[in-house]
């Protein structure tokens, strides 16, 4: 048979798909009924690197040299660039910045944290799940 499989290769084959396939199945599933928690809008955001620090500072300054400039890669790879040359005394400044975010985020944290343990209050209430032309229905 010219270009056409034996029996025995087309079950082996077959058999390596299946067992990727489960493998690969077995991993991914989430249990059912648990899916992706929300977020909080409330909960204090992760303060930046050193790095992201100084890209602040060096966005505004490149944008300034280069005003046609509309690509957002150019920038970074600039600033990437520029990181990678700079001495650790010239990177020192930014980390100082970097560590007294981070000081304030714990403690916002901590804080966020604190009332979370609380729990919610009255005014923190979730709202019910019905939406308000529903509950106008009931009525």
């Given at each position: 048979m010219k270009g056409g499989k034996s029996k025995t290769e087309s079950k082996r084959a077959d058999a390596k798909l299946?067992?990727?396939?489960?493998?690969?199945?077995t991993k991914s599933r989430k249990p059912a009924g648990k899916g992706k928690a929300?977020?909080?809008p409330n909960k204090p955001k992760r303060p930046p690197s050193a790095f992201f620090v100084f890209m602040e500072e060096f966005r505004k300054q490149f944008n300034k040299e280069?005003?046609?400039?509309?690509?957002?890669?150019?920038?970074g790879k600039a600033a990437g660039a520029k990181w990678k040359?700079?001495?650790?005394?010239d990177k020192a400044p930014f980390?100082?910045?970097?560590?007294?975010?981070?000081?304030?985020y714990e403690k916002s944290m901590r804080a966020y944290?604190?009332?979370?343990?609380?729990?919610?209050?009255?005014?923190?209430?979730e709202?019910?799940?019905k939406s308000v032309s529903e509950e106008e229905d009931d009525d």
């Open positions: 299946a067992v990727n396939k489960k493998g690969a199945a929300a977020k909080d280069h005003p046609d400039n509309k690509a957002v890669s150019a920038v040359t700079m001495s650790d005394a980390v100082v910045k970097s560590e007294k975010r981070k000081v304030e944290n604190k009332k979370q343990a609380e729990g919610p209050t009255a005014g923190d209430e709202e019910s799940e």
